[in-house]
Nanobody
């Protein structure tokens, strides 16, 4: 599976950006997907996760790191083989390269539990 992350850019604090993660595989709906980010000089960190469509009776499962809860929303459109990361009320500390990746099991926040990675898209939030 090849993933292409896009949508990054420069935005002022308090603004919004929407990132996309497009997959080459038409069976992308069978994959749970995570978003990670990495700022210069820092380790890659978990941002959020979306499960596979239909795996839960209540809808699709999502999970977020505490610092983005209530500001970031992950969704997916399997017909378009795309997962989205909507980022609102952005803060300068959200600045990083954002990556999407397919989940292969285990603890959600561990990057080694993700198999296929996109190339990353830069998000810069100015104060």
């Amino acid at each position: 599976v090849q993933l292409q992350a896009s949508g990054g850019g420069l935005v002022q604090a308090g603004g919004s950006l929407s990132l996309s993660c497009a997959a080459s595989d038409r069976s992308f709906g069978n994959y749970a997907v995570g978003w990670f980010r990495q700022a210069p000089g820092k380790e890659r960190e978990f941002v959020g996760y979306i499960g596979r469509s239909g795996e839960s009776r209540s809808g699709v499962n999502t999970s977020y790191r505490d610092s983005v809860k209530g500001r970031f929303t992950i969704s997916r459109d399997d017909a378009k083989n795309t997962v989205y990361l909507q980022m609102d009320r952005l803060k300068p500390e959200d600045s990083a390269v954002y990556y999407c990746a397919t989940f292969r099991g285990g603890i959600l926040s561990y990057s080694h539990n993700y198999r296929y990675w996109g190339q990353g898209t830069q998000v810069t939030v100015s104060s």
